[in-house]
Nanobody, 120 residues
């Protein structure tokens, strides 16, 4: 069984910073791409950033230059450092991780989500 647990969300003023974390646990042989998504009520889930197992990063235009994705392979964690936050960044943020288990096929897992609220 694989679990993803996120933390680090909260309420922050515009211009502030937050750091989200996502920890993977369970029967994990290896981890490939690790992503962050976000979703507002009534809207589709939106891709935010990706980091490959080689450390290559990609960002949505809306967060480029403000957000930084990173990972710690030994701890099986992915992070999202969010700076210069704007009210429009208010969303529930989800990690989405491509995991190769010891037994069974590779598959992607979602975290439970963590709320980020940016006040103006």
């Amino acid at each position: 069984q694989v679990q993803l647990v996120e933390s680090g969300g909260g309420l922050v003023q515009a211009g502030g910073s937050l750091r989200l974390s996502c920890a993977a646990s369970g029967s994990i042989f290896s981890i490939d791409d690790m992503d962050w998504y976000r979703q507002a009520p009534g809207k589709q889930r939106e891709w935010v950033a990706t980091i490959t197992n080689q450390g290559t990063t990609r960002y949505a235009d809306s967060v480029k230059g403000r957000f930084t994705i990173s990972r710690d392979n030994a701890k099986k964690m992915v992070y999202l450092q969010m700076n210069s936050l704007k009210p429009e960044d208010t969303d529930v943020y989800y990690c989405y991780v491509n995991i190769v288990p010891y037994v069974g096929p590779r598959r992607r897992y979602w975290g439970q989500g963590t709320q980020v609220t940016v006040s103006s």
